[in-house]
């Protein structure tokens, strides 16, 4: 799947098989979920529900969201982490809610993070992240009818510019190629349909600011979409000297090896970096 050619409305319902069909990956369970597109473009999938642990604000243009973590302080890691930095560094985030006694997930439409603050802002007094979300169609909407309207003292304007990480395409999917797009942890092999696999390209130090990594094979390992977000999240590390596999949680990963080709060297300074710089245990 790739973005540009996603179709979306939004109102629309879906459900959990619909959304897996439509975005070609089926859902972790995550309040926040990170996602790739075929071109290795950073998206998310946020999901509400009235039946769930939070009271999110859901309503208007303008709304609260209450990061992810139901027990103990959140911290600023996983999913929280990537939404906080979608406000300094905007990045495609679908937002789905699900209506109490309802199987389905309405689409709400696209959103943008306003802002974000860290405060006892639940019922048990813990430490939780509240994130101001904007819908993307209704601000855009208030912007052009204000630009319509006459205006004998109109606004100051100033030209902004809004960067994006040209990734190595051809590299990524070469790789996939030579892996038979199966994940190096797991041995798992995904399928798109009955006769392509489907596996994703992740960067142990990550292109974007601030880790600011290089997007050469060295850096690069091939996962299936299960073992993409555990190392997104943290939950995944891997010795660089004997590539031994650690998980925070899951006893059929913990002390296996990775799988790693002849032909593909995987830098020992990269898998150091995320060691130290992204994994949470």
């Known amino acids: 799947m790739k973005l540009a050619d996603l179709s979306l409305t939004p109102g629309e319902r879906l459900s959990g098989s619909e959304l897996e069909a439509r975005f070609d990956r089926g859902m972790t369970g995550r309040g926040i979920e990170i996602c790739y597109d075929d071109d ?3 998206y998310l999938r946020l999901f509400s529900s009235d039946t769930g642990p939070y009271a999110d604000d859901v309503t208007g243009g303008q709304f609260t969201y209450i990061g992810e973590g139901r027990t103990g302080d959140q911290t600023l890691t996983g999913g929280n982490k990537f939404l906080a930095q979608a406000e300094d560094n905007p990045l495609p985030i679908f937002f789905f809610h699900r209506p109490d006694n309802n199987a389905d997930w309405e689409y709400q439409g696209q959103v943008e993070v306003v802002s974000h603050e860290c405060g006892p802002f639940d019922t048990d007094d813990r430490e939780v992240f509240q994130f101001v979300l904007r819908r993307r169609a209704e601000h855009e909407e208030r912007v052009d009818a204000a630009e319509s309207t006459p205006d004998l003292s109109p606004p100051e304007r100033i030209q902004t510019t809004r960067s994006r990480i040209i990734r190595n395409t051809k590299l990524t999917s070469a790789l996939k ?3 038979s797009h199966t994940c190096q942890v797991c041995g798992d092999r995904r399928r798109r349909n009955v006769d392509d696999g489907y596996a994703e390209a ?22 299936c979409p299960d073992h993409h977000a555990d190392f997104d999240y943290g939950m995944l590390a891997i010795d660089p000297d004997s590539k031994t596999i650690a998980h925070a949680y899951d006893r059929d990963i913990d002390g296996a090896s990775l799988y790693v080709r002849d032909d593909h060297e995987v830098d020992e300074q990269y898998l150091e970096y995320h060691n130290r710089e992204i994994a949470t245990f």
């Open 40 to 42: 290795e473009q950073r």
């Open 177 to 179: 190629e030579r892996y």
């Open 202 to 223: 992740h960067h142990l130090k990550p292109l974007g600011r601030p880790h600011g990594g290089p997007d050469v094979e060295a850096n690069v390992l091939v996962l």
